[in-house]
């Protein structure tokens, strides 16, 4: 195939294509964990969730896609309509444009920047434009004040959550995200569990830069001062939808990269064999599990209650069984298309399971108010993951000087910085600080 | 791949002269603080194109993600009704713009008379592939004591923001 | 004062025209339609910055005259009407009702009835326990409590449908006693509930009760101490959990609460957590007493001897039970006919709501949702 294209395209024609999948995948992406939200948050709450709109609720995204479209585009009389029109797009674009430092699998990454992560934070950190010129262009009052406090909240923890990747930098030495992965490759231990309380504040981090519960009051709906995203409807706010969604799954992204092995197989030191076969427990199981997902649609189709969902099921199904061929084939192609294939599996199986996390804690805890939330951040998590990066620094130099083991050096780490975590927790008990003296 | 590098040039330097002249001009200041956000990207891109990836990075981070954040934040906490309806222009804009084509005139001179300087020779040793790496091992050898004397002004400045805020709340 | 519709501004706020007061104060209106305000309540807020100087809650639009109508229906065709008052906990409204006139009358219901309407209304305390707990939660921002609250009020429910056919207004019991006889299987329901709703209940502690967050949210916020809570008249878990140990279950028993071991939960600092603790406990006290009261219903007959067309000698009387809500009190004023002259409402809602301002002074405009919710108001109660 090389040599159809000339060679001065050569270079791009593959980041391309990544680029062209990934923005058409991810509205549809989006949308699916979406639903996947729903049906979560009706798990926990002893119910069903959707269920009509195509097979147990798996056409509503689209349904709610099309729904959006169609909306009337209002804008307020005396809003500023140039700003009003941009800031939905600066949101999506800095939350799309994040992607092509990601790294989806060994193979499949639209640009491996020696500054990936840092590329990833400073586009991160642009999105906060969108939310800001939002609430402005709204023209009222509290939609501004809700934006100020998104942003406020969003600076904050985007610093915490910085340093917690800084620590994991340390330990690996590079910003670039392949060489992270790599690291991780060649320590054989995760970065969770070595350095299990960077993994901690980053997560906390990444719930309040998405601005996702316990943490997003500036967006609740029972609150009083509105969120900036009120005044927008139909496509304009599907666009800001898109955007969080996207800034929720490229968090993940970092988070799986960083801290839960990237593409890494789960148990990659793990090498049991199928009796009689090359191939390997942990590498069959992709495939068995969405053969399993495959044959359970199957199972279910019959019993749908309308003609288009026994459709939609049986498409599924098919779907699923496609997938769980290609994964099946990939066992017996060259280790690199092996790893290839697998390893977005397992990047996206991560991904999933770090959503799952935040929907789980979503439904799980009430909301912090606004002065809770940035004491908490400030007073709480800055200082614990500056003590962190000393932690690890203090491991390096373990390691460097003494000899110490990868995991063994960060024990010192860990400890030093539960002793100060259980320090802080104690000092930050919640305090009737909420009233001033009453007796007028 | 020359021809590329040239056309991103042009486009990131048209944009960066575009956004300046219409940060400048316009009214209303929030557009403007936008256009300053487009100006500050399109350098950070020139950067890239130089191959400096952690000045990109840090411009983009620090300047558009921090600084240029503030502005905005000012901007839209304070009461802007007043400015928008001042006069832009006053009467004496004839002889500014006849000084400021006398400044221009004797910039382009200069530029003219030291053409031969803007030809960069070929680059004579490697460049690090890791620019970061460059930066970082500079900084902590040669330019150790001009870091920490700026780490401690950026320490003093917080700690004075903090100071000042805190004793207007009292 | 009789005119429900506008309370008088209780903080120093004399116009309520401007909407920019200072450089920092302004009038924030919330409602009559909100998410949180459980009701149409409207509150006008004065803000300091981020801080409640004052409030002033106008109410009136749930407003339907019902003391007016009582005026013109005999004593048992009022009686549907006293369940729409406070519809979250229609029973005890029915209960309060009853034994009022019944105290007009110069009789009592039999054993066997009052042993009845003690068990229904203990699991109707349950339940409006249950829907304050789910509200409130949600309102502070925990999405899952209301569904699982919901899903054992749905257990209470069903009893109240099999016993009178009606889940919410059942206009349960009747002047004299009880027109229904406790269906079969009555006994085995109720006992089902309260041994299930044991371990529900330790679930729903354990998902809030040392949840750092929803303390945080809670401790401190609201705060009412007992002396005014006494002066406003504040009356319920608000007054117990602000210290004052008052139930009028233990202090003027009605219905067959004397009969049975049941605690009074009192708290002392009356803030939002406090009142939350009272509830929870109060939610097992009743199954407490629920367990006791089924173990032994007496036998006999459910209605007492009144004839069919009441006429109370001319007189006034004036009960009150211990609502889930606080002291329901009917005062009722016979002329002698079949239809009474006046009745009365006392609603703890009502009341309770004007320690509101209390409450909110000095709190930030997020806690003034809490507050809200924690007084356990319901605008039919309130505006009648």
Redesign the interface.
């Known amino acids: 195939m090389g040599h159809l294209i000339p060679p ?1 395209i050569l270079p791009y024609v593959l980041p391309v294509l990544y680029a062209v999948v990934i923005v058409a995948v991810l509205p549809l992406l989006a949308g699916y964990i979406v639903l996947m939200e729903r049906k979560v ?1 009706a798990d ?4 069903l969730g959707p269920m009509r709109v195509g097979p147990h609720g798996l056409l509503q995204p689209i349904a709610d896609a099309v729904k959006l479209l169609l909306k009337e585009d209002i804008i307020p009389d005396k809003a ?1 309509k ?2 009003f029109w ?1 800031a939905p797009l600066v949101s999506v674009t800095m939350a799309l444009l994040a992607y092509s430092a990601l790294a989806i699998g060994p193979a499949f990454q639209i640009a491996d ?3 990936g992560l ?2 990833i ?3 991160s ?2 999105g ?2 969108g939310i ?2 939002g609430g ?1 262009a709204s023209n009222s009052h509290y939609s ?1 004040l809700g934006a ?1 406090r998104s ?1 406020a909240q969003l ?1 904050s923890y985007e610093t915490a959550a910085g340093l917690a990747l800084i620590s994991v930098l340390l330990l690996a030495g590079s ?1 670039s995200m392949k060489d992270i992965v790599q690291a991780q490759s060649d320590q054989g231990v995760w970065f969770a569990f070595s350095v299990p309380f960077g993994f901690f504040i980053y997560l906390v981090g990444s719930i309040a830069e998405t601005n996702r ?2 943490f ?2 500036p967006e ?6 509105a969120g900036y995203m009120t005044e927008y409807s139909g496509f304009r706010w599907s666009l800001y939808f898109l955007a969080e969604y996207a800034n929720m799954i490229i968090v993940a992204g970092i988070a799986t990269t960083l801290f839960l092995g990237g593409w890494l197989r789960p148990g990659a030191r793990y090498h049991e064999h199928i009796p009689g076969t090359a191939i390997e427990w942990l590498d069959a199981l992709p495939a068995l599990l969405t053969l399993g997902v495959a044959l359970y649609s199957l199972s279910l189709a019959p019993k749908q209650p309308v003609k288009i969902q026994k459709i939609v099921m049986l498409l599924v199904a098919a779907l699923c069984l496609m997938v769980a061929g290609v994964l099946a084939g990939a066992l017996f192609a060259p280790p690199a298309v092996l790893q290839g294939i697998h390893g977005a599996f397992w990047f996206m199986a991560k991904v999933f399971a770090y959503i799952y996390a935040f929907l789980w804690i ?11 939330l940035m004491r908490l951040g400030w007073r709480f998590l800055i200082p614990l993951a500056l003590v962190n990066v000393i932690g690890v620094g203090v491991a390096i130099v373990l390691r460097q000087q003494w000899a110490w083991g990868p995991i063994v050096s960060l024990i010192p780490t860990t400890l030093g910085t539960l002793g100060v975590a259980m320090l802080l927790a104690k000092d930050d008990a ?9 007796g ?1 | ?1 020359q021809t590329l590098n040239q056309a991103l040039f042009i486009f990131f330097a048209v944009l960066a002269v575009v956004s300046a002249i219409l940060l400048v001009t316009r009214r ?1 200041i ?2 403007g603080a ?1 256009f300053l ?1 487009t100006t500050l990207l399109s350098t950070a891109g020139i950067f890239l194109l130089l191959e400096a ?2 000045l ?2 840090v411009q ?2 620090l300047y ?3 600084i240029m ?1 503030l502005f ?2 000012v901007i ?2 304070v009461n802007l009704d007043d400015s928008m309806r001042q006069v832009q222009f006053n009467r004496q804009w004839f002889v500014a713009g006849a000084l400021a084509l006398v400044l221009a005139a004797q910039f382009l001179f200069a530029i003219w008379a030291g053409r031969g300087a803007l030809r960069l020779p070929a680059m004579a040793g490697e460049i690090s ?4 790496e460059a930066v970082a091992d500079a900084l902590f050898s040669h330019y150790m004591l001009p870091f920490e004397i700026a780490s401690i002004l950026l320490l003093v400045a917080m700690i004075g923001a903090v100071v000042m805020a805190k004793r207007r709340v009292e | 004062m009789n005119d429900g519709r506008t309370t008088k501004a209780i ?1 120093g706020m004399d116009s309520v025209n401007t909407t920019v007061l200072g450089a920092d104060e302004i009038i ?1 209106n ?1 409602g009559p339609q909100h ?2 305000t459980h009701g149409v309540l409207r509150v006008k807020l004065k803000l300091d910055g ?2 409640v100087a004052g409030s002033e809650c106008i109410i009136g639009y749930l407003h339907r005259g019902v003391e007016k109508i009582a005026e013109h229906r005999s004593y048992q065709q009022f009686a549907p009407y006293v369940d729409r008052m406070d519809y979250v906990a229609a029973v005890s409204n029915g209960l309060g009702y009853c034994e009022a006139v019944e105290k007009l009358l110069g009789t009592e219901a039999p054993p066997r009835a009052r042993v009845v309407r003690t068990i229904l209304t203990e699991l109707q305390r349950i339940a409006s326990h249950l829907l304050w707990l789910g509200t409130h ?8 409590p209301v ?2 609250c919901f ?1 054992e009020r749905e257990e209470i429910l069903k009893i109240f449908e099999k016993y009178c056919g009606a889940r919410l207004t059942t206009h349960a019991f009747r002047i004299g006693g009880l027109q229904y006889e406790t269906y079969d299987g009555f006994e085995e329901d109720t006992k089902r509930f309260c041994n299930d709703f044991a371990h529900k209940i330790d679930e729903y502690e354990t ?2 009760t040392e ?7 809670t ?5 009412l101490n007992a002396a005014d809570a006494i002066a406003l008249g504040v009356t319920g878990p608000v007054l117990r959990a602000s210290g004052v140990q008052w139930d009028l279950r233990k202090a003027q028993p009605y219905a067959a609460y004397e009969q049975y071991e049941f605690d009074i939960p009192t708290r002392d600092t009356g ?1 939002t957590y406090d009142r939350y603790v009272v509830r929870m406990e109060e939610m097992r006290q009743s199954r407490r007493i629920c367990l006791q009261a089924v173990e032994n219903i007496p036998t006999g007959p459910i209605m007492a001897r009144i004839g069919k067309v009441l006429k109370p000698p001319p007189g006034e009387v004036y009960h009150s039970i211990e609502a889930p809500k606080g002291e329901l009190g009917y005062y009722i004023v016979s002329d002698g006919t079949t239809q009474p002259y006046r009745v009365r409402v006392r609603p703890p809602s009502f009341i309770n709501l004007q320690a509101f301002d ?1 409450m909110a ?9 809490a507050i809200i919710g924690t007084i356990d108001i319901v605008l039919g109660e309130v505006d009648r």
Not at chain 1, 362 to 372: E, I, L
Not at chain 3, 211 to 217: A, E, L, Q, S, T
Not at chain 3, 219 to 223: A, E, L, N, P, R
């Open positions: 001065s948050m926990m709450q002893a119910r500023d140039l700003m941009f920047l020696n500054i840092l590329f934070l400073a586009i950190s642009l906060i434009y800001v010129l402005w501004l100020l942003a600076v910003l519960a316990p997003d009051l609740a709906e029972s609150e009083l001062v979503r439904f799980t805890f009430p909301r912090y108010r606004f002065d809770q919640p305090v009737a600080e909420a009233q001033t003296a009453d007028e | 791949m209303n929030v557009h936008v956000i990836e952690f990109f990075i983009v981070i558009v993600g921090g954040v905005v934040f839209m906490l592939p890791k620019n970061t | 903080s924030l919330m998410p949180s981020e801080r939660a949600l309102d502070i921002g925990a999405l899952t569904f699982y899903r998902l809030l949840n750092r967050i929803w303390v945080g949210r401790k401190g916020v609201g705060i803030d209390r002074k000095g709190a930030l405009i997020a806690d003034v949702v």
